[in-house]
C-alpha cells in the first residue's frame, strides 16, 4: 500500500541518520580514548557547545517532520467504497459488511488438525475477509470482550480493538 511504501521510506531515512550519528559518536569516543594530545580550548569553547546543542535539535527536527506527514497520511479519510465493521471476541473475530446488506459471518482460526502444508498456524482461518484492490475500504474495529489487535502488517495497518470504543482506519489495498 502506499502507506507501507512511505514508513519503508522513513524507517530508512530514520537509520541512516541514526548511522551517521552513532559513527560520529564512536569516531569522536575512539579518537579520544586513542590519542595522548589533549586540548583545553576545545573543550571550553562557547562554539563548539552551541554546535552540539544546536544540531541534534535539528536532527530530531528532520526525523520528526516526514514521521507526522506519515500520521496525517494515515489519518486521512478519502470517501471510501464501501465500509467493514470488525468485532474482536476472545477467540475470533465478526466481520460484518454493512453496505451490503448486512452480510454477518465469523472468522475462527482453524485448529492445527486441519491446517494443510504450507498453511501458517495461528493466522489460518475458516472464513476469510474479502477485500477489493484499488478502492478505499474503512475498517471500523471494535472489540466485544477484551483488548485485541487488528493488522494487517503487508498493508502497514495495525489498528487496536477496545471495548466499548470503535476505532476506524481507511486503507487502499
Known amino acids: 500500500s502506499p502507506i507501507m511504501e512511505e514508513l519503508a521510506t522513513f524507517h530508512d531515512h530514520a537509520f541512516?541518520?541514526?548511522?551517521?550519528?552513532?559513527?560520529?559518536?564512536?569516531?569522536?569516543?575512539l579518537s579520544t580514548l586513542t590519542t595522548k594530545l589533549t586540548n583545553t580550548n576545545t573543550t571550553d569553547a562557547q562554539e563548539m557547545e552551541t554546535i552540539w546543542t544546536i544540531l541534534p535539535a535539528i536532527i530530531l527536527i528532520l526525523i520528526a517532520l516526514p514521521s507526522l506527514r506519515i500520521l496525517y497520511l494515515t489519518d486521512e479519510?478519502?470517501?471510501?467504497?464501501?465500509?467493514?465493521?470488525?468485532i474482536g471476541h476472545q477467540w475470533y473475530w465478526t466481520y460484518e459488511y454493512t453496505d451490503y446488506g448486512g452480510l454477518i459471518f465469523n472468522s475462527y482460526m482453524?485448529?492445527?488438525?486441519?491446517?494443510?502444508?504450507?498453511?501458517?498456524?495461528l493466522l489460518e482461518v475458516d472464513?476469510?475477509?474479502?477485500?477489493p484492490i484499488e478502492a478505499p475500504v474503512r475498517m471500523m474495529i471494535t472489540s466485544q470482550d477484551v483488548l485485541h489487535s487488528w493488522a494487517i502488517p503487508t498493508l502497514g495497518l495495525k489498528?487496536?480493538?477496545?471495548?466499548?470504543?470503535?476505532?476506524?482506519?481507511?486503507?487502499?489495498?
Open 159 to 173: 489498528t487496536d480493538a477496545v471495548p466499548g470504543r470503535l476505532n476506524q482506519t481507511v486503507f487502499t489495498a
Open 16 to 29: 541512516m541518520a541514526m548511522l551517521l550519528i552513532s559513527s560520529l559518536v564512536l569516531y569522536a569516543l
Open 110 to 121: 482453524l485448529p492445527p488438525l486441519f491446517l494443510n502444508p504450507g498453511d501458517l498456524r
Open 127 to 131: 472464513n476469510r475477509v474479502v477485500l
Open 77 to 86: 479519510i478519502n470517501n471510501p467504497s464501501f465500509t467493514i465493521k470488525s
